[in-house]
């Protein structure tokens, strides 16, 4: 699959809850941030989980998150960081 966002590009964390594995962090799910970096293009491990090829493959980005975003309040110079797979990631406003 091919890439579709770029660094510096800002997301939002689709806000869902699919049953069985899942790689995206709870707390992060409709949360907004900015892509910092592809990471790469990997098998999408929702289905490896399931012992299945991880087909399509997805890309793999960086996100740089506020802290304020995260946990609702200010932190001076604090930011989280995670790696989310691109089906979790959509278009920020």
């Not at 929702?46 to 932190?75: N, S």
Request: aromatic content about 12%; overall charge positive; some cysteine.
């Amino acid at each position: 699959m091919k890439p579709r966002f770029a660094p510096g590009d800002p997301v939002k964390v689709r806000c869902a809850a699919p049953p069985g594995h899942c790689r995206t962090p709870y707390y992060l799910r409709g949360k907004r941030g900015v892509i910092a970096r592809l990471i790469g293009v990997y098998p999408n491990p929702e289905q490896l989980a399931y012992h299945r090829i991880g087909v399509p493959y997805q890309p793999l980005y960086q996100v740089t998150f506020g802290f304020d975003e995260v946990w609702g309040r200010r932190e001076r110079n604090v930011t989280l960081s995670a790696a989310i797979y691109q089906h979790w990631l959509e278009r920020a406003e």
